[in-house]
Nanobody
Framework: QVQLVESGGGLVQAGGSLRLSCAAS????????MGWYRQAPGKQRELVAR???????NYADSVKGRFTISRDNAKNTVYLQMNSLKPEDTAVYYC??????????????WGQGTQVTVSS
């Protein structure tokens, strides 16, 4: 069984910073792309950032220059450093990972979500 466990959310003032972490555990051979999504009340879930196993990244336009995604492959962990936070960044943040379970099976898993609230 594979689990993704997120941590690091919370309440911060506008202009502040938070760092999210998401650790994968279980019967994992390796992990392809890992990413962060977010969902604000009344809105659809949207991609924030993702990173391939080789380190290639891409970001939503709304967070470019403020957020940085990184990963530690040895720890099966992905991070999201969020700087210069804005009230519109308020959302539940979810991590996901494309996990290779066997030579012929890759499954996308999701974390449980962590709340990020930015006050003005």
């Amino acid at each position: 069984q594979v689990q993704l466990v997120e941590s690091g959310g919370g309440l911060v003032q506008a202009g502040g910073s938070l760092r999210l972490s998401c650790a994968a555990s279980g019967s994992i051979i390796s992990i392809n792309t890992m990413g962060w999504y977010r969902q604000a009340p009344g809105k659809q879930r949207e991609l924030v950032a993702r990173i391939t196993s080789g380190g290639t990244t891409n970001y939503a336009d709304s967070v470019k220059g403020r957020f940085t995604i990184s990963r530690d492959n040895a720890k099966n962990t992905v991070y999201l450093q969020m700087n210069s936070l804005k009230p519109e960044d308020t959302a539940v943040y979810y991590c996901n990972a494309d996990i290779i379970l066997s030579i012929s099976r890759t499954v996308r898993y999701w974390g449980q979500g962590t709340q990020v609230t930015v006050s003005s």
